[in-house]
């Protein structure tokens, strides 16, 4: 991963491949951001239209590139966008726009040994954000490329390596909130892109099995517990849920239980994830077209994951616990078929209507374990349903919640970390559409508002009293398009750093 230093060195005289600047949309053009001075300087303080006469505006996104003035020992400017110029000058730009910059930039330098970013700074927020935003844009999945039989050698072969060294001018090396914010960036950033790396993983190397294999290497190097339940001992133990979707599969199913717990916590937060690794329906097979990406089905458990790792390495002062129900979901003669019944591990009967409506499955027993331990609260985590893409499209994820107060905010908290989320209803009337006549539930209900119907599910495998929140990430949890900001094309890691942020809070005892 890219490596991050803070610098108070002048851009004129750093060396490096490129000086990147911020360039903002103002209402007669252009406008050079703080950061920039002397850059703009070199260029006898007409660089806006410099950059104007090269076609650019200032938008977000957008990316110039032009010679160094003379005298600099960097011989590349890169211009990126900031977006609109805050209203207030000394109001700062907006961390969000900070990220979405340094992203653009750090993906278009990809093959450079170094560059500076000029970016503007106003305090430690800005310098986590820039942090953020070099190493999430720099990020690319290349272990599967050439024949190669590992990252580094098929980078090699393939093209050019992510950046290697981003300097952040305007930091502080010696201040100690400069460095806590780096330091916070680095962590939460390397566990984002271990869940991008899970996800765009092939799902003949991330069966259940493997997928937990890995939890159980990183718990063990940062000090977190953890306990892997086999296909036995889910038999052992009744968990219908995960033994009915994974039944299907020579690939047999797994839950993880990672435990985090800082020795002055008096919060306790549980996060539970959707692992499916692979998910081709089952019997109500999935028609062509619709299986080329659902090994991205297991994003909320790789969410999860990452979460309580970053969790344990930031020392947080609360315990999380994190629960991954991983199956893979297939059609064979074990199969689970449209009619059967399963017994849950609540104890509660589920008529089964449609296979391809699995993750709530597997979800409602990790849900009824993770309620046995009465936790302040639980987050689920799920690429649950095709509607929630239909009603918010593919980059804002849906949050229910069995609480109006938590389901604000967590909404608030995600927007504040720059993952597009939007409150959603549990309509009371909706449920009565998974009545059943052979079971206590049935796993489908109305077609309209299906994303609405699957939180309702849910919601019967919390237990009684226990505040719960269910972010469907379908959107956002894989890219199909072209890669945007910070954003790659494939996997994300949605939902990361709002876990993450949640975790926070709780510990600061800023949440509920």
Not at 31 to 36: D, E, L, T
Not at 284 to 289: E, I, N, R, Y
Not at 402 to 416: I, K, L, P, S, Y
Request: proline content about 5%.
């Amino acid at each position: 991963m890219t490596a991050l230093t803070l610098s108070t060195a002048a851009a004129p005289g750093l060396r490096a491949d490129a000086i990147v600047i911020g360039v903002a949309k103002g209402a007669q053009g252009p406008v050079v951001a703080p950061g920039a001075e002397a850059v703009d300087k070199a260029y006898d303080g007409k660089l806006a239209g410099v950059l104007e006469t090269l076609g650019a505006s200032g938008a977000e996104g957008e990316l110039t590139k032009l010679p160094a003035p003379a005298g600099f020992k960097a011989p590349l400017v890169v211009a990126v966008g900031l977006g609109a110029r805050p209203a207030d000058d000394d109001a700062g730009y907006d961390a969000e726009a900070l990220r979405k910059a340094a992203g653009v930039a750090a993906r278009a330098l990809s093959g450079s040994k170094k560059a500076a970013f000029a970016l503007p700074v106003d305090g430690p927020g800005a310098i986590g954000a820039i942090g953020e935003g070099v190493l999430l844009g720099a990020y690319s999945f290349d272990a599967y490329k050439g024949g190669a039989q590992d990252a580094k050698n098929a980078k090699a072969k393939n093209g050019k390596a992510p950046l290697a060294e981003a300097a952040l001018l305007g930091g502080k090396p010696r201040d100690a909130a400069h460095k806590g914010a780096l330091a916070r960036a680095v962590a939460v950033c390397e566990e984002l892109n271990r869940a991008r790396d899970l996800v765009n993983m092939p799902p003949n190397d991330l069966t259940p099995a493997a997928f937990a294999a890995l939890t159980q290497t990183a718990a063990k190097e940062h000090g977190i517990k953890v306990q892997v339940l086999d296909d036995k001992a889910l038999v052992k133990g009744g968990y219908g849920g995960i033994l009915g979707v994974g039944g299907g599969s020579a690939a047999t199913p797994r839950l993880v239980k990672l435990s985090y717990k800082h020795p002055k916590a008096e919060k306790h937060l549980a996060f539970v994830g959707k692992g499916i690794t692979y998910d081709s329906g089952g019997i109500s097979l999935k028609p062509a077209g619709h299986n080329e990406t659902m090994k991205c089905d297991m994003s909320g458990a790789a969410a999860v994951f990452a979460a309580v790792v970053a969790a344990a390495r930031l020392g947080l002062e609360v315990e999380v616990t994190g629960w991954l129900a991983l199956a893979e979901n297939m059609p064979s003669g074990s199969a689970v078929r449209p009619g059967d019944v399963l017994r849950m591990y609540s104890g509660k009967t589920v008529e089964v209507l449609n296979t391809d409506a699995e993750g709530r499955l597997v979800l409602a027993d990790a849900l009824w374990a993770a309620s046995q331990e009465n936790p302040d609260a639980i987050v689920d985590v799920a690429t649950l349903t095709g509607a929630m893409m239909l009603a918010l499209g593919t980059r804002t994820f849906g949050v229910m919640a069995n609480d109006d107060a938590f389901r604000t905010a967590v909404h608030e908290v995600a927007e504040e970390v720059g993952e597009p989320a939007w409150p959603m209803p549990l309509p009371e009337h909706l449920r009565k559409g998974m009545d059943s006549q052979v079971a206590d539930i049935a796993n489908m209900g109305e077609r309209w508002g299906g994303g609405l119907v699957a939180g309702l599910f849910l919601r019967e495998f919390v237990g009684e009293g226990i505040t719960w929140a269910h972010l469907d990430i379908a959107g956002p949890a894989f890219n199909e398009g072209g890669p945007f900001g910070y954003t790659p094309k494939g996997g994300t890691g949605s939902a990361v750093r709002t876990l993450v942020r949640l975790a926070e809070l709780t510990a600061e005892g800023d949440l509920g």
